[in-house]
């Protein structure tokens, strides 16, 4: 199965920027559609931005703007820039895979697994 690590949360003053990596480890697969969530106590699991093996990408409004995802296939990790951030973006952010494709065979299929998490804390 394919496991993920998270990296890169922390403390930061609002108006602050962090930058959060996820690495997939699975020797078979090379490429993924990922994705990245966040939760804070109580509250329901939110997803925040995602990108598929092309480069497409797509953003919840909440951080449209403001947050960057990007990805780099040769090191099977994918990466969240946040800019401007606020308090309401304190939580733990976690990393997921939507799907998985097979080293030189181009086959894809629906993965789903879950990094544990990294916080994310801004202070005003």
């Known amino acids: 199965s394919v496991r993920l690590k998270e990296s890169g949360g922390g403390s930061v003053q609002a108006g602050g920027s962090l930058r959060l990596s996820c690495v997939a480890s699975?020797?078979?697969?090379?490429?993924?559609?990922m994705s990245w969530y966040r939760q804070g106590p109580g509250k329901e699991r939110e997803f925040i931005s995602g990108?598929?093996?092309?480069?497409?990408?797509t953003y919840a409004d909440s951080v449209k703007g403001r947050f960057t995802i990007s990805q780099d296939n040769t090191k099977k990790s994918v990466y969240l820039q946040m800019n401007a951030l606020t308090r309401e973006d304190t939580d733990i952010y976690l990393c997921?895979?939507?799907?998985?494709?097979?080293?030189?065979?181009?086959?894809?299929?629906?993965?789903?697994?879950w990094g544990q998490g990294t916080q994310v804390t801004v202070a005003s």
């Open positions: 997921k895979t939507d799907r998985a494709e097979v080293c030189s065979s181009g086959y894809s299929l629906p993965d789903d697994n």
């Open positions: 699975a020797s078979r697969f090379c490429r993924y559609d």
């Open positions: 990108i598929d093996r092309t480069g497409r990408t």
